[in-house]
Structure formats: C-alpha cells, structure tokens
C-alpha cells in the first residue's frame, strides 16, 4: 500500500482526492488547519473500509510539519505522493471593482487596488505559493534514495487567465504553476514527477457565497463564469479525478512532468468571440 499525504485535505476538492486515492488503495495522510475538517474526511474513508489518518497542521509552520510528518511515518510510513491542496484567498485582497474607476485612487470606504491591504497580499503570497514550499520541503524527502514518487499541486484557472477583483490570488496561483515546473526539473534526477492540475470553476465552502445568493440564486459574478465557460456549467469535484489518477500513474504518465492541466469546461480556451 502507497502512502499520499494530501493539505487543504478538509475542504471539498481535496477531499475529493482522499477518497479517490482510498477508494484506489493508498492510505491517506489528511494535513488541513481545521483538524476537525480534516477527521470528518478520514471518518468517512475509515467507514468505507479505507485507511486515513488526520492531523491539524498549518501548512505555513515547518516546525510543526516536522512534527506531522513524523507521525505519518509512524501511522503510515513515508510519503510515496504529496498533494499540495491548500490555498485561497483573502478578503482583503479583492477589489470592489472589475477595472479601474475614475476616483479609485482616492477612495478610503471601499477597496479598490490603490489601497489592497499588503497583510492580506502577504497572507495570499503564503498561503498558495509558501503552502506548497515548505510541505514539498518536507515530505519530498521520503522520496529521496530511488524510491521515486509524485508531487501534484493544485493551481489555478487563474494562473492561465487573471480573474478580475482578486490579483494576489490569481497571481499566486501562476506562482504555483511555475513553481510546479521549477520542482519538476529539481527533482527529476531523483525520480520525482512534479505536475500540476488546474482547476476551473467549482462550487466550495470558500466561494459557495460568491456564486449564490443566500436564496440559492445565482450572483452576477456567476452568470459571467457560466458565458465565459463554453460548457456552460460548474464542474464536479470527481471531475478532476482524472486528471490526478492520470499523473501519478506510472505506467500512463512515467515520462510526464512539469506539467499543468486545465480542467476547466473549456474556459481557457474560449476567447469570448
């Protein structure tokens, strides 16, 4: 039995993984900050006769990834993938508008980009592109020494096409992206596959509030998302299944990495015309 270790395990997408990955047989390390998250997760996979263990665990605290890491290798043994999940944005960082506004330059009520909050620009930074920094730091050597084995992060549609009101976001996420190829080069006389998945838009807990109305109606931001998305939908989280059972399969994607895969109903192909 492999052993994935997989952050941001507690929130929808990422979740989604973990049982996928127990469903195919490997045991399952659920990293999240919200711990409880994370164990609701696990719970489910042990119910289903899988093998999953949670720990609460700021994926920005590499002392504190020390820590975990020794207990998944007590729990499970040594990472054989580790799934960099984590990520999201920051109120601070979204701006009231799509594009600049005659008076944006002067505004104090509201935010606009002349007066985003650097904390939050900061926070962003940390948590997408130093949440995949320090995990891969650590758990990247349990690969070492022949035994191979597959890093796959979670990027972005954002890193292919910036959407507007958040820039720290979509420009960490391209981060992520390049980071992504950077590690597959590093890694790559060690045997280590480095890819990355994109998602496009799909309904979570972090922006469930963004695309619907308290009433369960769509917001405008949604309508937009759908008619520039030639399918004309949200995704499913099973949907990007695929795309991870394909890159850590040997055998279909041996010669694959430094790679980022859109899955994305089409959005970043579609011009608008």
Same mark, same amino acid.
């Given at each position: 039995m492999k052993n994935a270790v997989i952050t941001g395990a507690g929130g929808v997408l990422c979740g989604s993984f973990a049982r996928a990955l127990a469903q195919d047989g490997w045991a399952v390390a659920l990293l999240d900050i919200n711990e409880a998250a994370a164990q609701t997760v696990a719970d489910d996979i042990n119910r289903g006769g899988g093998r999953a263990f949670a720990y609460g665990v700021s994926v920005l605290d590499r002392a504190a990834l020390e820590a975990v890491r020794e207990r998944v290798h007590a729990d499970l043994g040594p990472c054989d993938l580790l799934l960099n999940g984590a990520g999201g944005n920051h109120p601070k960082c979204t701006t009231l508008h799509e594009t600049y506004e005659p008076g944006d330059e002067d505004a104090s009520d509201f +935010?606009?980009?002349?007066?985003?909050? !650097? @904390?939050?620009?900061?926070?962003?930074?940390? +948590?997408?592109? !130093?949440?995949v920094l320090l995990p891969t730091q650590v758990f990247a050597r349990d690969m070492l020494g022949g035994r191979g084995?597959? $890093? %796959?992060?979670? @990027? &972005?549609?954002?890193?292919?096409?910036?959407? #507007? !009101? $958040?820039?720290?976001? @979509?420009a960490a996420k391209?981060? %992520? &992206?390049?980071?992504?190829?950077?590690?597959?080069?590093? =890694?790559?006389?060690?045997g280590i596959r480095c890819n990355a998945i994109a998602p496009g838009f799909f309904v979570t807990g972090q922006n469930r509030a963004l695309l619907y109305?308290?009433? /369960?109606?769509? #917001?405008?931001?949604?309508?937009? $998302?759908?008619?520039? #998305?030639?399918?004309?939908? =949200? /995704?499913?989280?099973?949907?990007?299944?695929?795309?991870?059972?394909? +890159? $850590?399969?040997?055998?279909?994607?041996?010669?694959?990495?430094?790679?980022?895969?859109?899955?994305? /109903?089409?959005? &970043?192909?579609?011009?608008?015309?």
């Open positions: +935010l606009t980009f002349f007066n985003l909050d !650097k @904390s939050g620009f900061d926070f962003v930074f940390d +948590l997408n592109l !130093k949440g084995g597959n $890093i %796959v992060n979670i @990027s &972005s549609m954002n890193a292919y096409r910036p959407l #507007t !009101k $958040i820039p720290a976001y @979509s391209a981060a %992520v &992206s390049n980071f992504t190829q950077w590690l597959a080069v590093h =890694f790559a006389p060690a109305a308290p009433d /369960g109606t769509p #917001t405008p931001r949604t309508h937009k $998302i759908l008619a520039a #998305t030639p399918m004309k939908r =949200f /995704g499913e989280p099973e949907e990007l299944l695929g795309a991870l059972r394909f +890159l $850590i399969d040997e055998e279909a994607a041996g010669f694959v990495t430094g790679v980022c895969i859109p899955v994305d /109903g089409g959005f &970043s192909a579609y011009s608008g015309v």
